[in-house]
C-alpha cells in the first residue's frame, strides 16, 4: 500500500496508465485535490459519480469526517474492486456509502464500454467508435431516485467524472439542484466526450444556469490556477470545471481567490 502526505493509504497496481502517478509520486491531479479540499468541510455531504479507484472518495472521507457522508458510485466490477479495497483502509469508515452503479438519467439495466488498452478510468456509456470496446451490463440509477431512499442533509458537493455523461447526471440530479442551499459542482468537461452524448461543456453550463445562479470556472493543471469561464464567448472547453452557487459566501467562497488568474 502507499502512504500519502494527508495519511491516507491506497492499495494500487502498476499499470502503465494515468494512475501510475499515485504509485511513483503518491499523489494525483494536484490542482484538483487541493480546490476540493479548500471547498469541502466537516460535516458535508458529498458525492462521487464515476469513483473509479477511491482517489476522491477516501479524500472527501477524510475532509468531512464522521459527521460528514460519502456517496460513491463505480459501474465497472474492476474499478469497483480497487475502490472497495482502498476504502477498507479509510478508518471509522461508516460514512462512506458505496455503490456498485451508474449515475444517470433513468433507472435502468445498461451497458457500459471498458477500452482495455486505454485503462478503467476510461470506461464510457458511449462506445466511442472503438472497435476494441468491451460492453458489460451494469446498473444505471438517477440521484433523485437514489436520494428518495435516503434521508439524510442536502448534498454539498456532487463530483462528476464520467467520460461525457455529466449531463446525464444532473438530469437525474434535478432535487438536488433545487436545494435550498445548491451543491458545488466538480465536473469533467471535454467537447470530445460530450459530443458522444449529442451536448456540448456550453450546453451543460447552460442547464446549471437556467437552474440556479452560479458562477464556473476552469482548471488549468499546468499552471495550477483556475479562471472564471465567460459563457458569452462560447469557448470550446477541454478542463475541469467547478461550478460555485453565487450564494457561497464567506471563507469557502474566498478561498478560492488564491487559484484565480
Known amino acids: 500500500s502507499i502512504e500519502l502526505s494527508d495519511g ?14 499515485v504509485v511513483f509520486l503518491g499523489e494525483y491531479e494536484p490542482l ?26 477516501t479524500l472527501f472521507a ?4 464522521p459527521a460528514g457522508e460519502v456517496h460513491a458510485f463505480e459501474p465497472v466490477a474492476a474499478a469497483f474492486e480497487e475502490l472497495e479495497r482502498n476504502v477498507r483502509l479509510v478508518p471509522n469508515n461508516q460514512h462512506i456509502r458505496l455503490n456498485k452503479a451508474a449515475l444517470g438519467d433513468r433507472d435502468a439495466d445498461i451497458e457500459i464500454n471498458v477500452f482495455p488498452s486505454m485503462g478503467l478510468g476510461y470506461s464510457s456509456i458511449a462506445d466511442r467508435g472503438r472497435s476494441d470496446a468491451v460492453a458489460c451490463p451494469c446498473r444505471m440509477v438517477m440521484l433523485d431516485t437514489y436520494w428518495g431512499y435516503h434521508v439524510c442533509r442536502e ?34 468537461m ?22 440556479g445562479a452560479y ?6 493543471e499546468v499552471n495550477n490556477s483556475i479562471r ?18 453565487s450564494s457561497m459566501a464567506g471563507e469557502r467562497r474566498q478561498r478560492l481567490n488564491k487559484y484565480i488568474k
Not at 33 to 53: E, K, M, P, W, Y
Not at 62 to 65: A, C, I, K
Not at 192 to 208: E, H, I, Q
Open 190 to 211: 471535454s467537447a470530445n466526450l460530450t459530443a458522444n452524448f449529442g451536448y456540448t461543456p456550453m450546453d451543460f453550463l447552460s442547464f446549471v444556469s437556467e437552474r
Open 62 to 65: 477524510r475532509l468531512v469526517g
Open 215 to 220: 458562477e464556473f470556472f476552469a482548471a488549468d
Open 8 to 21: 491516507r493509504q491506497l492499495q494500487m497496481t502498476y499499470s502503465g496508465g494515468r494512475n501510475d502517478r
Open 155 to 188: 448534498i454539498s458537493f456532487l463530483k462528476g467524472d464520467v467520460e461525457g455523461a455529466e449531463l446525464l447526471v444532473l438530469k437525474g440530479s434535478t432535487s438536488i439542484l433545487n436545494q435550498k442551499r445548491p451543491p458545488i459542482l466538480f465536473m469533467e
Open 228 to 245: 472564471k469561464l465567460d459563457r458569452s464567448h462560447k469557448e470550446r472547453v477541454e478542463a475541469n470545471i467547478f461550478c460555485i452557487p
Open 32 to 57: 484538483l485535490t487541493q480546490v476540493c479540499s479548500d471547498l469541502i468541510q466537516s460535516g458535508d455531504i458529498c458525492v462521487d459519480a464515476g469513483a473509479n479507484f477511491g482517489w476522491y472518495t
